[in-house]
């Protein structure tokens, strides 16, 4: 292996989001051993030449045409080289020491697989959702309660506390090359949402850990909230379907299909 750490970062029509996140990369590098690969996931806005011309040292690959999130950050996968490789969104920023930081969390917890950092708003807010729990039916029972009578999350997003969940967001995460090469690369069946959570269960069937940790934090310029954006809002629900189909019974399936109805008219709004 050439590196310690190789950034895989997908990118779709996001050029100057993108450009502010490499040069963040670029600035908080320091001594790390690292190598940058940028897949341009058939943009239309100039993307791969831009970064070609201000970033030389960013290997682009284009791909088209666009092939989703899990598939666009396979392809760099399979490129890289390093010790641990990292999925990072095109709209996040990354402070300085945070990739060297996730680097020694890894290296310091033999038995992490994988480590997702504290995501930050551009605001200051801590972004939901950068962990969660298996969404068993049980769970998304508990958390649908929690949102329509108590008005509150099943997890504390706020906390500082470095714990194992089952899963971290794959807007930033790192992954050990070792449970890279248990789990496999991510399922590309999953277009859009739920690849994370399936590539940290599976990372967990092969007997390593994933942790989350608070006290490293990344900038996230996204994150618009799904009631937002039907289409959003339908990709969603279809990849928790799919998450369903391959890793629970069809009994567990058909009881989502009819839980999820009047909880998503409920939800609407």
């Known amino acids: 292996m050439n590196c310690d750490l190789s950034i895989v970062i997908v990118s779709w029509n996001a050029r100057d989001l993108l450009l502010q996140c490499l040069q963040s990369v670029a600035d908080t590098l320091d001594d790390l051993s690292a190598e940058t690969t940028v897949v341009d ?4 806005d100039g993307t791969a030449a831009a970064v070609e011309e201000a970033f ?5 690959i284009s791909i088209s045409p666009n092939r989703g999130f899990a598939a666009g950050n396979n392809v ?7 010790r641990y490789v990292m999925l990072l969104n095109s709209d996040t920023l ?6 060297a930081g996730l680097v020694e969390f890894m290296e310091r917890h033999a038995d992490a697989g994988a480590c997702g ?6 605001n200051q807010q801590i972004q939901a959702f ?19 009578l108590r008005n509150r999350a099943l997890h504390d997003w706020r906390t500082d506390k470095v714990q194992p969940v089952d899963w971290a967001a794959g807007t930033a995460l790192v992954v050990r090359r070792q449970a890279l090469q248990s789990a496999g690369l991510l399922d590309e069946t999953f277009y859009a949402y739920f690849e994370d959570n399936d590539w940290c269960l599976r990372i967990r069937q092969s007997g390593w850990q994933v942790y989350y940790n608070p006290q490293i934090s990344i900038f996230h310029l996204g994150g618009q909230s799904l009631r937002k954006d039907p289409a959003a809002r339908n990709a969603y629900y279809n990849s928790l379907l799919h998450f369903y189909a391959k890793h629970y019974s069809s009994f567990a399936r058909w009881l989502l299909l009819i839980c999820l109805a009047p909880y998503r008219w409920l939800t609407r709004q």
């Not at 996931?41 to 239309?44: E, K, M």
């Not at 030389?56 to 682009?60: E, G």
């Not at 950092?117 to 551009?122: A, E, F, G, I, M």
């Open 41 to 44: 996931n058939a943009s239309t």
């Open 130 to 148: 950068a962990f969660g729990c298996d969404p068993t039916l049980s769970y998304l029972l508990k958390r649908g309660v929690n949102r329509l």
């Open 76 to 82: 760099g996968i399979r490129a890289s080289t390093g």
């Open 117 to 122: 950092p504290r995501l930050v708003h551009p």
């Open 56 to 60: 030389p040292w960013a290997r682009v």
């Open 94 to 99: 990354v402070p300085s020491g945070a990739l």
